[in-house]
């Protein structure tokens, strides 16, 4: 039993089920209401001046602003619509995967990170890693899962994890301290909760390469003692104990398949 499931066993009445279609309805109601008040946004982000003035909200409000800008020229509402339904289905498949109580706690852990970084540089945030985040640990779920990016092109959710982590690693690389801050902050659900089993799986890869390489050697060395080879393919009677061998003039020892190579002299 993992740390996690203890945890879930004391604490599971914590959980928030449905989690994550709240959080998609509380985006789009956002949108709508920065659309009939333009400005709205600007009294829920994480700007840490104005929760120490009291405006404590804006510690989970952020999290309702919806993401509206995307790799197609499309019109706000458009990628807003992605968003929503974005969060809604990743949302359904890691509470199918995980339960509610982790994915509430793996979300939770990711706000924490995010809001202890906006304090920490004294800047506003917004959740963009904090949505990341989840996107890789659907990936973790559901890797061979296709999406068709922009309604053609298939990709598997490995792939486009893959490719936004690269990005995401070279924005950290080249961005500011406080981006580096922000991602790495808000990463640390990921990491806290697929660290281990990263490290795990890296290990258990150089022990098969290891232990394939030991078998190698120890095969190569088992061809080496062979009593019969054949100058052709380089069969043994360990390789296949079915074979049989047959001496040429030549001194060459062939096996039946390519003895029509040689002329035999004796057996």
């Known amino acids: ?85 974005f969060l809604w289905w990743i949302g359904n498949g890691l509470e199918t995967a995980w339960g509610s109580f982790k994915l509430t706690l793996f979300f939770l852990i990711g706000m924490l990170g995010t809001t202890v970084a906006a304090f920490f540089f004294g800047t506003a945030f917004s959740n963009f890693m904090l949505t990341a985040s989840l996107f890789f640990a659907f990936a973790r779920f559901y890797p061979d899962l296709i999406i068709y990016f922009a309604y053609i092109l298939p990709l598997k959710v490995k792939w486009i994890a893959w490719f936004s982590a690269g990005l995401l690693l070279l924005q950290i690389v080249t961005g500011s301290m406080q981006f580096r801050a922000a991602a790495i902050a808000a990463m640390a659900n990921y990491l806290i909760f697929f660290g281990p089993e990263i490290v795990r799986e890296a290990r258990n890869r150089r022990q098969v390469s290891s232990r394939r390489k030991r078998f190698d050697i120890q095969s190569r060395d088992s061809d080496s003692q062979a009593l019969h080879r054949c100058a052709v393919c380089d069969a043994t009677e360990l390789t296949d104990p079915n074979l049989e061998f047959r001496v040429a003039s030549n001194g060459e020892e062939y096996c039946l398949p390519h003895l029509a190579q040689a002329k035999i002299t004796r057996t």
């Open 1 to 85: 039993m993992t740390w996690l499931d203890k945890l879930e066993r004391r604490s599971g009445f914590l959980a928030v089920p449905g989690l994550l279609r709240y959080v998609a309805f509380f985006n789009a109601l956002t949108f709508l209401l920065e659309k009939m008040s333009p400005g709205f946004l600007r009294l829920l982000d994480l700007d840490p001046n104005p929760v120490l003035h009291g405006q404590v909200w804006r510690l989970v409000t952020y999290i309702f602003i919806p993401q509206m800008t995307s790799f197609l020229p499309l019109p706000d509402w458009v990628n807003v619509a992605f968003y929503v339904l």
